[in-house]
Structures are given as structure tokens and as C-alpha cells.
């Protein structure tokens, strides 16, 4: 494997090797000293053309628990106001010589283009509404952890799916990991395809809830609605919000999971976030070392 540029790339045994991997580099966390030496001498360049807190701290933090050299690059105050194309914003970082760029940028498929062009390795950190694979790569980590698999695992996946790159992700990767998924939205928050998904579809969430083992909330993206899809936040949150009533619903073993960031009171209830059940936390936590592996074997390490 050389780049990773979306969910539906991975085969079985690749995302299990990922897994794999990343339950080891886990390990590391507890230790006093959090470092290994496995990519000394090799510089990652963090590219990143929209905001972000998680995905870019834990991509560096990944990267300097292995001890490359990270370069943070955002387009915010770079030569990219001025102007310049991802192209050659992305040739001057490899004559500088990068060995691994993780890309976010508004633009879906920018990460496959820039793999055209530069020799290094080339990471999806999420591209418009298309892919984030690490995410759903964690989330299935998460998942393994918490429950003992991901096979055979009911997951339900709420929300703004039209817009998510988590859920488009997510449903490839738990496709391919043998779990059935279940989506709920408004059916104005559905891309248009979505029945050629591997994915069952619902609009009552309360229905569905019950027979779930794993309720994962979206966040609804304003930033990228350029139209009403919904009356009234109120109303959304009615029908499609996560309570602590709602939650009631869950089988007792259920976990609810969320990317991140929240938009508490919207799509999910403060009390829910916060409770046992919740992920979001552990889901930080993992994302770590889930990127730590994936830096690890694109960069050349055996998943021994
Ligand atoms: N942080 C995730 C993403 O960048 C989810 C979100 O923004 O709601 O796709």
C-alpha cells in the first residue's frame, strides 16, 4: 500500500493489518516514553486546506510518536492566498523532500490528484464530502475494542450523511469488515445514489435504535449547506437527535459514537456525550494510533 485515499481502496486483510498494527502502537500510549524510532529521518507534511483540531493534532502527534519530522502546512497564511495551486504548493513540499503529505482540502478527490503528482506517500485526511478514511479506520478500531469485533455488528449512522465524509467512509469500511449498516436521515440529508450503497435506509430512528449496537451521531454541516434541508434546528433535533430517551432505547451494551466535532444540543444531547456509553474520548485517543500505523506502513513497515 503506498497511499491511503479512501475506505473503498482497502480490501480485508489490509484494514485488519491496519487494525492490527494500531492495536500495537496502542501500547506505546501507556508508556512513560511515547516515542519509537521507526521513522527517523523521514519528514510528513500536514497539509491541511480546512480547519481541523483532531485530525491535524493527532496526524502530528502520530507522526512524532514515530519520530519523523512533521511540517505543518495550512493553507491559511501560506502562498496558497496568494494564489498558488495545490500542484505547485505541493512540488515545492516534496523538492523540500517530504516523504508522506497528509492532505484535507474542501475539494473532493484533491488527495488522488495530488498522488499524480508527487513521488511520496499521500494520506486522505478528508476531501469535501467524499473520504476520511482514518476516521472510519479509528471508529472501527473503537468498535473492535469496546465490543470484541466489528463483524456482524449492527450500526446505525445518524445524520447529515449527504455531507459526511465520516459516514461515506465509514459505511465502505464496515462494508468490508462484514458489519450491516443502517442509515438514518431526513431525505433531504441523502445523497442522491445512496441506494447503491451497502447500507439499509431508515427515517425513524427510534425504530432502528433498539436493535443497534452502535449508534454514531454526525454532526449536521452547516458549513457546507447552501440551502435550507431542514425546517427548524428544534425540529431536527426532535426527529433525528440523540436524548437521554432516546438513548434508553440502546440494547445495555451499545456504544454511541460521534467524530466529533459535537454540536451539543443539536444532534446530540449533552447528558449522552458525556455518559458511559460514549465514545468520543477513547475515539481521540485512538485516532493516534490508528494514523500512527498508517504512516508506519506506508512508509515501509511490515505489520509485524
Ligand atoms: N471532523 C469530521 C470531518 O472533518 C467530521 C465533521 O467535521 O463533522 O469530516
Do not use: C
Request: proline share 5%; aromatic share 4%; charged share 25%.
Amino acid at each position: 500500500m503506498k497511499h491511503l485515499l479512501s475506505a473503498e481502496d482497502l480490501g480485508r486483510d489490509e484494514a485488519i493489518a491496519i487494525l492490527d498494527t494500531a492495536e500495537q502502537m496502542s501500547l506505546l500510549g501507556d508508556r512513560s516514553v511515547k516515542k519509537l524510532p521507526t521513522l527517523r529521518g523521514r519528514t510528513v507534511v500536514n497539509l491541511f486546506y480546512e480547519d481541523s483540531t483532531r485530525t491535524r493534532t493527532s496526524f502530528e502527534l502520530a507522526a512524532k510518536r514515530l519520530s519523523a519530522d512533521v511540517v505543518n502546512f495550512s493553507a491559511r497564511g501560506s502562498s496558497v492566498s496568494k494564489g498558488e495551486s495545490l500542484k505547485d504548493t505541493a512540488l515545492t513540499l516534496e523538492a523540500m523532500g517530504s516523504d508522506a503529505v497528509v492532505i484535507r482540502h474542501p475539494a473532493s478527490g484533491a488527495p488522488h490528484r495530488l498522488s499524480s503528482w508527487i513521488r511520496g506517500s499521500v494520506v486522505n485526511a478528508g476531501d469535501g464530502t467524499h473520504e476520511h478514511p482514518t476516521q472510519a479506520l479509528l471508529d472501527a478500531f473503537t468498535m473492535r475494542r469496546r465490543l470484541g469485533r466489528v463483524n456482524d455488528l449492527s450500526v446505525t449512522i445518524v445524520g447529515d450523511v449527504l455531507h459526511s465524509r465520516v459516514a461515506r467512509s465509514n459505511v465502505r469500511l464496515l462494508h468490508t469488515l462484514g458489519a450491516g449498516v443502517t442509515l438514518v436521515a431526513p431525505p433531504t440529508l441523502l445523497p442522491v445514489g445512496v441506494e447503491t450503497w451497502p447500507a439499509e435506509i431508515s427515517y425513524d430512528l427510534d425504530a432502528v435504535l433498539p436493535k443497534s449496537d452502535v449508534v454514531m451521531m454526525l454532526r449536521v454541516q452547516a458549513e457546507r449547506m447552501n440551502a435550507a434541508f431542514f425546517p427548524t434546528e428544534r425540529e431536527y433535533s426532535r426527529r433525528y437527535g440523540l436524548d437521554a430517551d432516546r438513548m434508553a432505547m440502546l440494547p445495555d451494551h451499545a456504544l454511541v459514537m460521534h467524530p466529533g466535532p459535537m454540536v451539543r444540543g443539536m444532534e446530540i444531547a449533552s447528558e449522552v456525550a458525556d455518559s458511559v456509553r460514549s465514545t468520543v474520548v477513547e475515539q481521540v485517543a485512538n485516532g493516534v494510533s490508528v494514523r500512527m500505523a498508517v504512516l508506519y506502513l506506508l512508509l515501509g513497515g511490515s505489520p509485524e
